[in-house]
């Protein structure tokens, strides 16, 4: 290693617009020109803006949730070609730290309005919200959820390696079919392409175009390559193996998390931060049919908080909505009930709804698949950890409401 | 403590059929009468068969397998009264240990025929199929499965107190509306009440009638009172705060599990036992309220067998099936993609299909929700502890396809 | 495996004196008969008296710690020879499990009087002391320290091979130069051979007088084999590499206990109990070559009891007495004022000193080695788990004095 | 918080001799001027040199640890005024975040000779050697020891309150006793004050003089304020309650790890580093009596490295020494022998002794006492985690030796 430190292969300038920024992109293309080189074996620093871009302020009103515009995120920094990286190698990414910015501590939670993104309970919660949230260390405090404060299980939302045009066709294909059998559907069920706001790295305008057109959103992880895959435990440390599908792998990163809870409920729900990742990069030759990968396999590093089994309450929830409605194995239906019962439980130190939604959109909690076969009930289960509370939460202790103040809300 | 140990409140018969046992019953119902008494702070020891009452015996064939009789499971131990117990209180089960029989240290795990019963790979693997388990104290392995070896997180699949004739009501009526619904799909969506081969403890025949026409079926667990939730972290030392819906609670267990992994996908696809739960009871008057409690809550025991995150290869799967349609947030659809995934991986150390389908339901697998909100993808992980086998399947080790034998299948 | 179940390889009666029992003994000495023949790979399950054979009874005086026949002591079960097994070879010892008898759920925690055994902390608290624990499953708690409750970390205190005739003449010319060095000091600083009550198993009078004159005590464990090394994590699922002296190894095994802190401090400090442990063998031919192993190894379990690290309050203490008097690099010094530094901490909460010495003899505390370099002080730590007790612990909190009675002590 | 993050109370100049930064010192003395103020409840960064001021570099050759001056160190970052805190409170510092400093990532372990300095095993390993590590995000690995990779468990080895001039009698009175009394002795077993190199921060010259005749070394932790306490665990996250003898605390830092193992054997052992650390600085009013409190106590943070008890071999280490010698309950003799197990059994897979005694030192090892009362012998163990390696040590492979290269040694 070089006795000074890695290199950066990339950094950011958040006083610039990230659509400004010739190293970042928001949509996943074979043709966005590379960012830089990268040798097998090399370790190499990467910053990243926040998904947003720096829409979310630091400050007390959730206006900036309300009208965010989705069609620029998320802002990926990348992509780097890996020397030496073919089609059906793997491409191993060892993730040997991830560290806020310096010049920015905080980061944010963010529920949007069900008109502009929603989320996992978009039907109960439609309206925008926020929590800022301070970095002290490896902690993290917010001002908008009083008494809780835990270490962050800090990770990329977002990796990846570019889809091969063939995978990228791939994509548009099946997204583009299910959308046409949702139209009746009251909801996005996928996003298409979308040239409004379309950044392509350093492409010129052909490109661009081409990009705007064809270009895979970003939001939703995909079996081929991973991308967004909201993984909490990617954290430092971890080995993540990917498939690659174009010469040079190009690999691009971002959507950094302080901390994020199993499934992150609010869509932006991780504390959402800029930062930068220190990655190693090898290449395993001809690794997918070795491996017999289809997706992403990964190793989570070694040093998450820890908490003991015994000091998690946990909560289940079934395929049954609340209405009553019974539904065939529905494990998405199971875990938004699941998700209410905690939020039924929290209210009761005085929290609002708004509050403990994004507490368990970012906070460690561990959400498990428990049962999947008995029918007609899928079974799952969300952890709580009692020890980011400054206040015993268990059950045997009377719960008593305190001043919990609130998240922040829109103007009007 | 009496100096000599805890009373048993009920013992089982192994050599004796479950249908002919008094203490043991295999529907939910509110008159099935009482197998006996306990006191609030009382430890007992309650016997359990396992929950096929005998019907799968320790040998190389799954014809036991395919031919179960699922009109007659489960065999729970019970229903217990608690003294002082009534409607709306909490009783707090505190799991003090769970055991084989010690005439009986061996479990199964099995894949149900996809004509009687099926699993949740059962499009792709519909045969019967059969490990048998040997213990050796806390530990276990497979005449069927070799190369793998662990210790076991011991639980009951299954507990839970009676349903009121209001509660029962429920589910039969919800149940059967799903039933209605989904008349044309090709399989069953849920298990309306059976009076084939009911079991109501020591009821006469008048009630054993009506538990037979009324009486819920024990395989689905369900919101109200937990019953078939199948988690696997419900092992000794944890505590279960369970709502109770009837006077004296009439709380059942059973269903023993010697290991399990999140999803239990075989169906039969824990290390099923007979065995004996040492269970401490109390009462939390008008728990339910205080607790705003409409599902259970547990809290996990602290001797979890400890692995170390770095010890786990996880596996990510979305919601995109095997034939590449592209589903809408569903989680059940990436589950099953994610467990497939780790078949595909582990196949190439020489185990086929079925071994690993057993596997997976049985070894403690840790099943995440990662992301249900990236639309359309729901992401689910499958951690697979690499030291439960004894070489090493690490993805840098070049894989060898060794002499795994095979698991059982059935005769012809 | 036998479907029915492992073999004893030996039982004990509770009910029988434990020197009238053929496969107990309380010396280490090579002629000691053999109890049993045990073959490479199996498992078997040896029962243990507890190690005082039965001196010390469930009430509330210590008045049988004062009287305790320390000649009597360790009743081991064994010796076991196993086949193969020849000197230069290394046994391989699985622990399978460990429980108590179901006859007798309870254990002891016993201080001597400083002029009959004493303990770590003998000078400051010279009288004998008693707590009787309750076993609830894998908890326990007892009524002479009220406030705790913990899982056991179970475990045997002693297990190892038969000195041969050389290794046994090491330890006694060793063992008894120390003590003719140290006659000038005020105490024992190792016991001789004692033929008084020496319990030689099967032997007839003559190898029993030989026993008697040459057997070492088994109070120390000795590099050479281990025995009596006290160590808390040997628990279940540990292997243990054991060398092998003798042909057939002669291994045995006792003083089992529920649980233990590191140091054992109050030397009857453990849960000490009567038990049955599930061992499997196997030999490693020319082992102790292979392994270059001059004293045994050991792989611990992987079913700990786990708290978080964020669990412990640790305490830190340096090789400084309690008069002020400076030692140079003693740890033995330093952990002695580790242990006092807990028993102010806790006696805040209205404890007494001998029920804190012992609840930190016996209960999960973690002792460390810190820091043996910076002269002239060793610095040690303790580890105190907050989540044994039912009320909080920890330094942030006001410390309350409670009623916590008192734990036995002598009538007179 | 504000926006920008935490002030930095101090930086460091690793251009310039640590001797003339003037936040610095390398004694403990009342006297020495403040370095600056703080808030209780405020978090700030400091910044702090290598414990030796640079003395040792970054290259293939242990001259420099042959030559050091052992006058110079400690150096240390402070002290500083705590406002509001008093003899008799208790500061609460928490700690944040420790990194190592961005443009130097890298760090050493060594041994010195046993002429200047020495170290725990210094009689058989008596000759200067040194390994560099570097720094990958929270891993490291040392050209000098291949095969070896770990996560750091990174703290400051040194923290504290400067005494009182009472307090600094004490010391002076106490440890001047014992030099005197073992002045016999072939080796230093205290250091005296040593006005030679003193470093007394922004001191005029006559408090320097002073400080030079009375200041206590900063080698030893004492009891009275913690100091070198070289604990393993105070990392991250940890929370440490340290008595304050003087008005406004004087609070000082340095002796940054990047990762030890428990005993830090070598002296010189843990990683050693220039780095920061992020402090939160709280003041208990009256703690030292209502925690009833005479030495430092601690709550580790939640995030160390993980591997699971069952990744670890554990070495057993008896009061019996390399010649046969019998102690009487001596933990140091002890845990030499312990140190002394893992090296030979290190040592067959091609490793020289040296690179073991500086790994021991360095790596997350394990050091506990195991049983302190079971006369003559006391027993240690140290426990070495199987995952730092890159090859599988497990004692059931067969060793086979590596050209493992060598650490640095002097050039003659």
Redesign the interface.
Known sequence: ?P????RYAAKVDLNKDAAEQPYLHNRWHPDIPTAGTIKPGE?VKIECVDWTGGQIK?NDSADDMRDIDLTKIHYLTGPFEIETAEPGDVLLVE???VQPL?????GFTGIFSKQNGG??LDEIYPNPAKAIW?F????CSSRHIPGVRF?GLIHPGILGCAPSAEVLK?WND??G??ISE?SHMDR????PPEPHNVHAGSAGQAIKEKVGKEGART?????EH?G??????LS??SKV?LPVHVKGAKFSVGDLHFSQG??????C?AIEMAGCI?I?FSV?KGGMK?????????????????????????????S?DEK?????????VA?R?TSL?VI??L??FGYNDYQIYLLLSCAPV????????????????M?LPI?IFDF?I??HV??VKRDMGSCAFTSS
Chains 1, 2, 3, 4 share one sequence.
């Open positions: 290693m006795e000074k430190g890695h370790t630091n993730i040997q730290d310096e010049e920015q501590p905080w989320g996992f301070d002290e260390g490896i902690h270490a791939t099946r997204e079919q299910l949702c996005d069920v996928a996003k939001i939703p992880g995909r079996p991973g967004n895959c909201d993984i909490k435990n430092r440390g193996y199993d499934g992150e409920i609010s869509f729900g220190t190693k395993m070795k491996l017999d990968m289809k997706s992403p396999i990964y190793i989570p590093g070694p040093v998450e908080p820890q908490f003991g089994p015994g000091r998690y309450i946990y909560f289940e929830g079934f049954v009553g409605k019974q539904y065939y194995l529905d494990t998405t875990y009930q019962r039924e439980y209210r009761r561990q959400g498990h698949v428990a049962g999947i076969v008995d029918i007609p009930n899928a079974c799952t289960t952890g020890d015993d268990s059950p009377e719960a």
